[in-house]
Each structure stands twice: as structure tokens, then as C-alpha cells.
């Protein structure tokens, strides 16, 4: 287990992070139905459970990067909660294998039977665009978990790896969906 100063980014990481720009210009498209053209999207939802209080468990894992740990992503980032604006550096592999992808907050979904959020992502990170993670508590009691997505390659690792760079991907978004 990481300590809490493996977990948390220094105070100038955090701010160099906060001020950099998004790599893409669609910032917030996730909130909507339709993806932006010119990237690859993905929209992948399952049903995780019933009832209020597993939507509410569902929440707290998202809100607590929890679900990112669970997958086995690294995750150092500026508090123990993501917040609006909340910056992080997500690792994925390990040690000169593992690949660094700062990524900030771009907006929270805070509704009564819906909450999640969704980052962007920042200079340094081998893609382009942007992820939400919403769950949502529905009239029947159903809980579902959705992620949606659009990027493409901005690394040349990741330009370069085509479909193997698509395939990690995917194989990252199934361990999100059931971490949560």
C-alpha cells in the first residue's frame, strides 16, 4: 500500500498541472450524446448492483480515485477526492515499462440519482481527449456504471502501438467497469 506521500502530488507538480492546457479542444463532450468526429469513442455501461446504498458505495469509489487503484492504475494526485479542477497523474505498468498520464478534472456530475466525473487529458499523457465515469441510480433500483470516451494517440508510443495501444485501452476501461 502507498503511503499517503506516494499518493499525494507535491504542491508545484499539482499547480504546473492546474495551469497546463487540455490536449484537446472538445473539453466537457462527454456530457453529451454525441462524441466528438476524429477520435476513437467508446460508451460501455453494466448494471453493478440495486439500491441506494450501493449507488451510493459506487460514488465514494469513483470520488476516492478508488476505482483507478482497484484496476491497478497508480494514482498520485492533488487531494484524496476528486474535485472540480483536481489534477492527477495516473500510472499504468510498471517500473520503466510504466507510462505516466496527467489528466485534470473537466467537470462532476452531482444530481440527485447520478454522480461521476470526467478528466482530460494534459501534456505528457500518451492520448488525447477525455473520460467520464458516471453512475447512475435508476427509478427501478437498478445501479449502473457507464464510461464513456473519446480519444486518440498523441505519444508516439502510442501512435506507434495502433491496435495494441487500442487493445490496452480496452482491456483498462473492463477493469475500471468492474472495479466499481
Not at 102 to 123: C, D, K, N, W
Not at 135 to 164: D, K, Y
Request: no cysteine.
Amino acid at each position: 500500500m502507498l503511503s499517503v506521500a506516494e499518493r499525494i502530488l507535491s504542491s508545484w507538480e499539482a499547480e504546473q498541472l492546474r495551469i497546463a492546457d487540455f490536449t484537446y479542444s472538445e473539453v466537457g463532450s462527454t456530457r453529451g450524446d454525441t462524441l466528438p468526429t476524429g477520435y476513437a469513442n467508446l460508451r460501455r455501461g453494466l448494471e453493478i448492483g440495486v439500491g441506494t446504498e450501493r449507488f451510493e458505495q459506487a460514488a465514494q469509489i469513483l470520488f476516492g480515485w478508488d476505482m483507478h487503484r482497484r484496476a491497478g492504475v497508480r494514482v498520485r494526485a492533488s487531494s484524496d477526492q476528486v474535485a472540480q479542477g483536481a489534477v492527477a497523474v495516473l500510472r499504468l505498468g510498471v517500473g520503466r515499462l510504466g507510462v505516466n498520464a496527467p489528466v485534470r478534472v473537466a467537470h462532476l456530475v452531482e444530481e440527485h440519482s447520478r454522480r461521476g466525473f470526467a478528466y482530460g487529458t494534459l501534456p505528457g499523457h500518451p492520448f488525447s481527449g477525455e473520460e467520464a465515469f458516471v453512475v447512475e441510480l435508476h427509478e427501478s433500483g437498478a445501479v449502473t456504471f457507464t464510461i464513456t470516451a473519446f480519444s486518440r494517440p498523441s505519444a508516439l508510443l502510442a501512435r506507434a502501438g495502433g491496435p495494441i495501444s487500442r487493445g490496452i485501452q480496452s482491456w483498462v476501461t473492463n477493469r475500471y467497469l468492474r472495479a466499481v
